[in-house]
């Protein structure tokens, strides 16, 4: 399968970044289409401009809809056995990485810009409640600053870096066969990629979803999924005694993230 991309975010070493971390979800029997080398042993090269790679073709399902609890158990536990014996680290981050843009066109990473764009909703519509969001987005960010340093000293692996429904491949029955679609990947923290891929959260916009976020009985029933899926990553992976010392921010993080 031939992939052509002109634009600032693909290019020839994330490519062959991309080629390397499929090789190495190979190798710890997760299968994953590889990305073919030419005749060169050049796994990507530059023409008008565009990007040009080779995809090994799979003929799998990629259906949401037919995927079933352990097929998706299955793509959870792949971020354990990632983080327990990661691949060589790489300079570029998951979308999912706190405090690093995930391209130059970004001028912030994903969470900080979900929590402005809250703000920013709420002096919109609820301008009442304006001041209070603009105090808590300051506390926020106060958060961050003082998270950062530890946060960068913990644990990283580099991850496919995004499970949602198109990446997941299944077999005929759906079952989990494996994963495509390493356009996301790159290094991150171990304690977040796991939080963010696990984390089950409330999303909505109308009133009735509102109220939902605040009834408890359903909060619990999130919070309990939640914990299901952070346990089957964790069935390859042991959280150091840093990491468990920062769980609760991490944890506080994910949930400002919307869920593919």
């Known amino acids: 399968m031939l ?91 998951t979308a999912w990485r706190m405090y690093d843009a995930f391209d130059d066109s970004e001028t912030c990473d994903e969470s900080l810009l979900c929590a402005m764009q809250l703000v920013a909703h709420i002096e919109k519509h609820l301008p009442a409640y304006a001041g209070r969001a603009r105090a808590l987005l300051q506390a926020y960010r106060n958060l961050r600053g003082a998270f950062e340093r530890e946060y960068r000293a913990l644990p990283q692996a580099v991850f496919q870096g995004d499970l949602s429904a198109g990446s997941i491949l299944l077999t005929p029955d759906g079952g989990f066969l494996g994963l495509r679609d ?17 984390c089950v959260c409330w999303s909505g916009e109308a009133e009735k979803d509102a109220e939902r976020m605040q009834n408890q009985a359903e909060q619990a029933v999130l919070d309990r999924e939640t914990a299901w899926r952070l346990a089957l990553a964790c069935e390859h992976y042991t959280f150091t005694e840093a990491e468990k010392s920062g769980v609760y921010t991490v944890f506080q993080y994910s949930l400002s993230i919307p869920q593919g």
């Open 182 to 198: 390493f356009n996301h990947s790159g290094t991150d923290v171990i304690l977040n990629e796991l939080f963010c891929e696990s």
């Open 3 to 93: 992939h052509a991309a002109r634009n600032r975010f693909t290019t020839i070493r994330r490519v062959e970044g991309w080629a390397a971390l499929a090789a190495h979800y190979n190798a710890l029997c997760v299968f994953t289409p590889k990305i073919v080398p030419d005749k060169g042993n050049a796994y990507a090269s530059v023409a008008d401009g565009f990007v040009v790679y080779t995809e090994a073709y799979c003929d799998a399902k990629i259906d949401a809809n037919k995927r079933g609890a352990s097929a998706e158990a299955a793509a959870l536990r792949t971020l354990g056995l990632v983080a327990a014996h990661p691949a060589e680290i790489v300079p570029w981050g």
